[in-house]
């Protein structure tokens, strides 16, 4: 598969009252093209850090990106211009779906008209009409191109099955559902034709028979466009609904990534497989992890995971792991099954 | 079953609107709670599971039916009397920390809920608090701590620990594990059963999570919109069950290594405006099986198996 971005050796701190927040620790993850990689952990894993630090929106000046690289289609995000990421990346080719639509959404406009600004900035009808002279705000749109961008939001609006399109444009986002709404954004996301799509726990807040209709939904749609998407989520079940791949990450560390039937079938990082076991079970109640997560900002050194970790040696404490294993990735200095699989 | 701890009949609450409508988020309820049971009270949001716990325990006044505890009807009472049934009959919100004054200490905060409910001297409510902290897995020495010195799990735990110093009969839990993580959602259900063991408590567990109600529940009691729909054994209604709502809710259920939802759940829609429920079955609109009876007649719950109820014609 063709790696549409590669994260190498992320590094991102953030300042606080209290001291530096080592929020990424040296971060690698690659995403093909067409793929659906589900990047899970716990929450202040850094999984919304990372997918900020891939749209360009890490705050500013309280982080600090200290090393690594973000390579995209030949740029690498990290060093690009801020307004170059903003005028040709985001919200084009890169596009996010939020949690909480809501939040979104302009409560005081009407759909119709928030889509239509969307097309009137990031459709691929309006990068193929180029940059205007005149400053963004004063440029004109077009009513060839408006009323083209029209049918297509319409056609989007199909594909993401809202009952009555032209209906649905009219009306203001507190008078859709939770689900509806959730509908909207992701039609949003997908408008502007991207490669990536960052979908930041986008079934969190809806309920089970909803989550089911949009994950299936969403699922559908970027596999027939052949979208690349990273799904962030703290729910193993959503991931393994719908991601090809899944990324592990704990403490603002990559720990194992594997295609998702041979990570749920026999996980090797010992946090994954006390994760699974924490999962809730049929017969009788799930095991815990001893421990609490640990402060990012005096984490244990090597291996965050080591004080909760049944496997730890010395070695654990000083160095963070390498990289070992082929597909199915793992960092650790004594994987699971690592006798009968692959070399550790 | 034991002797039922807890009986409801005919429950209803609704919500008035400022133009004269009413939501009937609880519409005629009827459950009994046997001692020692963790009952689950599942269903999606704004099916009024909330709004049940809290009627029960007269948070919110019931429009019709009654309650009662122990044998007596607990509605409408004052003083003393409503103070002796809330000290054995409990609800213990999601956030349990959140219920604690920032500016007392740990000890402080405990030993409140046994000044207001106990005659306790003071060395014997120092021994009660000292034993439930020690319940709920907390030190001694963590005593003289404030909440915002200790971590928002060891919060929930004084919470619960709270509660637990009164010895209740029965807690009404709403949806304790809802914002954890999986892992320390899990500490916390361990937490809940080796409680409800030790003080041979009743438990009322109100969850939208399917996953965790298999988990630790012996009965579950499905509701939708405003109704309980269907009841019975967890393992009955789990893997057989009999409302084609349950079925629809099962199905939507992620399991991680099983099946896969995106290929198999069925339930398209959403739940229909509270403010107008269908007639008839209310949940007709939505079921594969509805057919003309479904919207003239209301189906009630009825037997199916032995403790195994569902409200439907057709199940």
């Known amino acids: 598969m063709t790696e549409l971005l590669a994260v190498r050796d992320l590094i991102v701190n953030y300042h606080s009252e209290r001291g530096i927040v080592r929020?990424?620790?040296?971060?690698?993850?690659?995403?093909?093209?067409?793929?659906?990689?589900?990047?899970?952990?716990?929450?202040?894993?850094?999984?919304?850090?990372?997918?900020?630090?891939?749209?360009?929106?890490?705050?500013?000046?309280?982080?600090?990106?200290?090393?690594?690289?973000?390579?995209?289609?030949?740029?690498?995000?990290?060093?690009?211009?801020?307004?170059?990421?903003?005028?040709?990346?985001?919200?084009?080719?890169?596009?996010?779906?939020?949690?909480?639509?809501?939040?979104?959404?302009?409560?005081?406009?009407?759909?119709?008209?928030?889509?239509?600004?969307?097309?009137h900035w990031k459709s691929p009808r309006a990068a193929a009409a180029g940059r205007s002279a005149w400053p963004a705000v004063l440029s004109r749109y077009p009513s060839a191109r408006r009323a083209q961008d029209r049918a297509?939001?319409?056609?989007?609006?199909?594909?993401?099955?809202?009952?009555?399109?032209?209906?649905?444009?009219?009306?203001?986002?507190?008078?859709?559902?939770?689900?509806q709404r959730q509908r909207i954004v992701i039609a949003m996301a997908l408008l502007p034709q991207p490669e990536l799509i960052i979908a930041d726990e986008?079934?969190?807040?809806?309920?089970v028979t909803i989550q089911a209709q949009i994950l299936r939904l969403l699922h559908r749609e970027v596999k027939r466009r052949q979208v690349s998407m990273l799904f962030t989520t703290h729910d193993l079940g959503t991931a393994w609904e719908i991601c090809d791949r899944v990324v592990v990450m704990y403490a603002g560390q990559d720990v194992e990534a594997a295609p998702t039937p041979?990570?749920?079938?026999?996980?090797?990082?010992?946090?994954?497989?006390?994760?699974?076991?924490?999962?809730?079970?049929?017969?009788?109640?799930?095991?815990?992890?001893?421990?609490?997560?640990?402060?990012?900002?005096?984490?244990?050194?090597?291996?965050?995971?080591?004080?909760?970790?049944?496997?730890?040696?010395?070695?654990?404490?000083?160095?963070?792991?390498?990289?070992?294993?082929?597909?199915?990735?793992?960092?650790?200095?004594?994987?699971?099954?690592?006798?009968?699989?692959?070399?550790? | 079953m034991s002797a039922a701890l807890l009986e409801v009949q005919g429950l209803s609450h609704r919500f008035r609107l400022k133009d004269g409508r009413a939501v009937r988020a609880v519409d005629g309820v009827d459950l009994a709670?046997?001692?020692g049971e963790i009952l689950g009270i599942v269903g999606e949001s704004g099916c009024g599971k909330s709004t049940l716990g809290k009627t029960l325990i007269g948070v919110l006044g019931a429009d019709d039916g009654t309650v009662r505890f122990e044998g007596a009807p607990i509605q409408n009472l004052?003083?003393?009397?409503?103070?002796?049934?809330?000290?054995?009959?409990?609800?213990?919100?999601?956030?349990?920390?959140?219920?604690?004054?920032?500016?007392?200490?740990?000890?402080?905060?405990?030993?409140?809920?046994?000044v207001i409910h106990t005659a306790l001297p003071r060395a014997e409510r120092d021994a009660r608090?000292?034993?439930?902290?020690?319940?709920?897995?907390?030190?001694?020495?963590?005593?003289?701590?404030y909440p915002h010195e200790i971590s928002g799990g060891q919060q929930r735990r004084v919470g619960l620990a709270r509660v637990l110093a009164l010895h209740p009969k029965l807690l009404i839990l709403d949806e304790p594990t809802s914002g954890l993580d999986v892992s320390v959602q899990a500490t916390i259900l361990k937490l809940l059963v080796a409680l409800w063991k030790q003080y041979g408590l009743t438990l009322l567990f109100i969850s939208h999570d399917l996953a965790v109600v298999r988990s630790i529940c012996t009965r579950v009691a499905v509701m939708y919109l405003g109704r309980i729909v269907e009841t019975g054994p967890?393992?009955?209604?789990?893997?057989?069950p009999r409302h084609p709502y349950t079925k629809s809710l099962l199905a939507a259920v992620p399991l991680p290594g099983g099946r896969r939802v995106i290929d198999e759940a069925w339930l398209e829609g959403e739940p229909p405006d509270p403010l107008d429920i269908p007639s008839g079955c209310r949940f007709r609109n939505r079921c594969p099986m509805a057919q003309p009876l479904c919207a003239t007649d209301d189906p009630t719950l009825r037997p199916l198996a032995p403790g195994h109820n569902a409200a439907c014609h057709f199940a």
């Not at chain 1, 006390?274 to 799930?286: F, I, Q, W």
Request: glycine share 12%; with cysteine; aromatic share 6%.
């Open chain 2, 234 to 240: 967890t393992a009955g209604i789990f893997t057989n």
């Open chain 2, 33 to 35: 709670v046997g001692a």
């Open chain 2, 78 to 114: 004052d003083g003393t009397a409503l103070r002796a049934v809330r000290s054995r009959l409990q609800y213990v919100y999601q956030d349990a920390g959140a219920a604690l004054d920032p500016r007392w200490t740990i000890g402080r905060s405990l030993d409140e809920a046994l």
């Open chain 2, 129 to 145: 608090v000292r034993e439930t902290l020690a319940a709920v897995g907390l030190h001694g020495d963590q005593l003289s701590l």
């Open chain 1, 152 to 179: 297509a939001i319409l056609d989007m609006l199909g594909a993401v099955q809202i009952p009555n399109p032209e209906q649905a444009l009219a009306k203001l986002p507190h008078e859709l559902s939770g689900g």
């Open chain 1, 202 to 207: 986008p079934t969190t807040a809806l309920d």
């Open chain 1, 23 to 119: 929020a990424l620790d040296g971060v690698s993850l690659a995403i093909g093209k067409g793929e659906v990689v589900g990047l899970v952990g716990e929450s202040g894993c850094g999984k919304s850090t990372l997918a900020r630090a891939i749209l360009g929106v890490l705050p500013v000046p309280a982080s600090e990106v200290r090393a690594g690289a973000i390579a995209f289609g030949g740029d690498n995000l990290l060093t690009l211009a801020s307004a170059e990421i903003a005028r040709r990346i985001r919200g084009r080719r890169i596009t996010f779906i939020p949690q909480d639509p809501y939040g979104s959404l302009n409560p005081l406009f009407t759909i119709g008209q928030q889509m239509l600004d969307l097309m």
């Open chain 1, 262 to 344: 041979a990570f749920f079938a026999a996980p090797r990082h010992p946090y994954t497989s006390k994760l699974l076991e924490s999962l809730p079970r049929t017969d009788g109640v799930a095991q815990d992890i001893p421990g609490e997560i640990p402060s990012l900002i005096a984490p244990p050194q090597g291996c965050r995971f080591h004080p909760r970790c049944y496997f730890a040696t010395t070695e654990c404490t000083i160095t963070r792991p390498p990289v070992s294993g082929g597909a199915h990735v793992v960092r650790c200095y004594h994987p699971l099954g690592a006798s009968t699989g692959v070399a550790a």
